[in-house]
């Protein structure tokens, strides 16, 4: 099986170990991967604040970039849930104000045939031990696009319960939003903050090594807050990894975890 990785534009620019772990898992799995080189951003922070008709010539770029290929994995249930619901939506609009069809075309082609990474192992692979080995405590966030917005369920957690020498605990509120939200923690930097707070008290609460999650935009939030968080007092605000001791977990994609094995170790 062929599969092509849209690795997102905050993986690409920020999180560059995330996209190599899918690329390292699935390929443990049997599965070759393609990383198709037109690939830019999907478009989601124009849409969410506004630029609809802005956001076409991404949609139109992004499904050319991925035209042919059967499958097409990400780590980022925010991206994925952008393409499925909101791509068909942007195609119909502009098919609907005389712009042509044939972005409604591509939309529809791309949409169905787009996975978030945890959908994929377990509805497509139909995996839930995917080999993994991660001697550590960990409390998995669930991020509101894939929670709400493609409606993950248990996959993650399932594939989480297989990792061997993990343990897993539940983390309180889990469902709460972490008041990242893309654009709405810029527009309302106050109200974000206080969510993430919110979500970083429960995180400690837990005991957990790992606060892990499947979208790495929520894990900059929440890692942002807790780095200040273990500041001392009249830090900066930009505090150095490792610049004060770490009372609270640290965060890490839920890919990487997958990732990590007994023999290989997790990624360097």
Avoid: W
Avoid at 1 to 9: H, I, S, Y
Wanted: aromatic letters at 6%.
């Amino acid at each position: 099986m062929r599969v092509a990785l849209f690795v997102t534009c905050v993986n690409d620019a920020l999180y560059p170990r995330t996209g190599i772990a899918v690329v390292r898992l699935l390929e443990r799995l049997g599965v070759d991967v393609d990383f198709p080189a037109g690939q830019s951003c999907c478009g989601q922070p124009q849409y969410n604040t506004g630029y609809r008709r802005e956001t076409e010539p991404l949609l139109r770029r992004t499904a050319a970039a991925f035209a042919g290929h059967e499958y097409v994995v990400t780590p980022s249930g925010s991206c994925a849930a952008m393409i499925r619901e909101h791509y068909p939506r942007i195609g119909r609009k502009a098919a609907a104000e005389g712009r042509g069809g044939e972005l409604a075309e591509a939309a529809a082609a791309l949409a169905p045939r787009v996975y978030e990474l945890t959908e994929f192992l377990v509805d497509v692979l139909g995996v839930t031990d995917v080999g993994a080995y991660f001697p550590h405590t960990v409390t998995y966030h669930p991020s509101c696009h894939g929670l709400r917005g493609l409606g993950l369920g248990d996959r993650p957690r399932r594939l989480l319960a297989a990792v061997r020498g993990l343990r897993l605990v539940e983390l309180p509120g889990a469902e709460e939003c972490c008041g990242f939200g893309g654009t709405f923690a810029v527009k309302n930097p106050d109200v974000s903050t206080a969510m993430g707070v919110d979500k970083i008290a429960s995180a400690v609460a837990t005991g957990a090594e790992v606060l892990c999650g499947a979208d790495n935009s929520c894990l900059a939030h929440l890692d942002g807050l807790l780095r200040r968080a273990d500041a001392p007092p009249g830090a900066p605000p930009d505090v150095p990894p490792g610049a004060a001791p770490r009372t609270a977990p640290r965060t890490l994609h839920l890919a990487e975890i997958l990732a990590a094995t007994e023999e290989e170790g997790p990624l360097p």
